[in-house]
């Protein structure tokens, strides 16, 4: 029996749908449940909407090649001119309104001093994969499951994107797929409408359910009935369901998500310069040596300790790291040199100090003398 809502104003208006009023109430499954999927050999424990966890791979069947150890290169450290320091300092000054070039023009230069700074970065490009239960609107696909075993996560072929390229893929696996009645409407194809709880109708927006205006009319847009037909069901009081899209049926397969990634890791040598090393953030540097392969071995004979030590322990800590949960396919290590000049100069009697950085020749002073407050009359 319909549970009037509203008056009589006319039969069936304003009532709540008989079929949909109740399941209104309750939220619709925002996952399917465990019952609805099969058992799939390699597969167990996958989850719909994934959170199954990456899976590990399977122990080569070959031997990996070993590292090889690079050539050992030529650390010659570049330093700057004195015109290139001078040069430097014009341009920064240059960029400041308030700034005069007259330090520039008429400062002598007494001392250069170098303090090189290395930055060491390990790039790990990696392979991981997990699965998922998937499904979409049943039209007439293909269903396969059990035709023969599905293929395990890691033997499904995939063609990896250039190295240190970040990607991802998700690939439908064979012989998982079947037909499931939608959970979310039951097999039905629509649901309740959430607007109007499943009503088809709502309070009037005009009047807010009085079924009069403000000055005692009767209200025009709901002629006095106090309710609406609702918009978004069209009075219905159900819609389409939004997972089968009115289909009744889903195919429910398993995906296997495929995430290329580059992981990495930077290392900084510590510098005494007396430059804030938040400077150096936003500068590039010379690079110095590079090496790119499979598996790495640390850097060697580098004429800061500190920077082959960091490339022997974090090398130690990506394979440690990331070759439990995922295939390493490349390695890549680099260092640059980040070139910081400490230059003393003579101005009026006084000295001061600037500093040169970075390959862009970016400038730091937090003492220059001649610099004047800029106002407008």
């Not at 650390?75 to 001119?81: D, Y």
């Not at 290139?84 to 520039?104: E, G, N, Q």
């Not at 930077?266 to 310069?273: E, I, R, T």
């Not at 000049?341 to 862009?360: I, L």
Request: some cysteine; charged content about 15%.
């Amino acid at each position: 029996m319909e549970r009037p809502i509203a008056g009589n104003y006319g039969h069936g208006y304003g009532t709540v749908n008989p079929v949909y009023g109740a399941a209104a109430m309750s939220a619709a499954p925002s996952a399917p449940p465990a019952s609805m999927f099969d058992t799939v050999p390699g597969y167990e424990g996958t989850m719909a909407g994934g959170g199954g966890g990456f899976l590990p791979p399977p122990m080569p069947t070959v031997p990996m090649p070993l590292p090889e150890a690079p050539s050992q290169p030529d650390w010659q450290i570049p330093s700057i001119s004195e015109d290139r320091a001078r040069v430097a300092l014009r341009t920064y000054v240059s960029s400041k309104c308030c700034y005069s070039s007259a330090p520039v023009n008429e400062g002598v230069i007494t001392n250069m001093e170098t303090f090189n700074t290395y930055r060491y970065r390990l790039e790990t490009f990696t392979e991981s994969r997990s699965s998922e239960w998937s499904n979409e609107p049943y039209t007439a696909q293909t269903v396969d499951a059990g035709v023969q075993p599905a293929p395990t996560p890691w033997q499904i072929a995939t063609k990896p994107p250039t190295f240190f390229q970040d990607q991802k893929q998700a690939i439908k696996v064979p012989y998982t797929s079947s037909v499931k009645n939608c959970h979310t409407c039951l097999g039905m194809g629509r649901g309740p409408c959430t607007t109007c709880a499943g009503a088809g109708n709502k309070v009037c927006s005009w009047c807010n359910g009085t079924g009069h205006r403000q000055t005692d009319d009767r209200c025009m847009h709901c002629t006095g009935r106090g309710r609406e037909n609702c918009s978004s069901c069209s009075g219905q009081g159900n819609r389409q369901c939004e997972t089968c899209r009115g289909k009744r049926q889903l195919l429910v397969y398993i995906n296997v998500n495929v995430k290329w990634t580059t992981e990495k890791a930077d290392f900084v040598a510590q510098q005494s310069s007396g430059l804030k090393v938040q400077n150096l953030e936003s500068v590039s540097g010379k690079q110095l040596f590079q090496d790119s392969q499979y598996m790495l071995y640390p850097v060697l004979g580098f004429p800061d300790v500190s920077v082959a030590q960091a490339s022997d322990r974090l090398l130690k800590e990506h394979l440690a790291k990331y070759a439990q949960t995922s295939r390493i396919l490349q390695q890549r290590q680099t260092i640059e040199l980040i070139p910081i000049t400490k230059v003393n100069y003579m101005w009026k009697g006084k000295s001061y100090v600037y500093f040169v950085y970075g390959n862009e020749f970016e400038v730091n002073t937090e003492d220059y003398p001649a610099t004047c407050c800029c106002s407008v009359m």
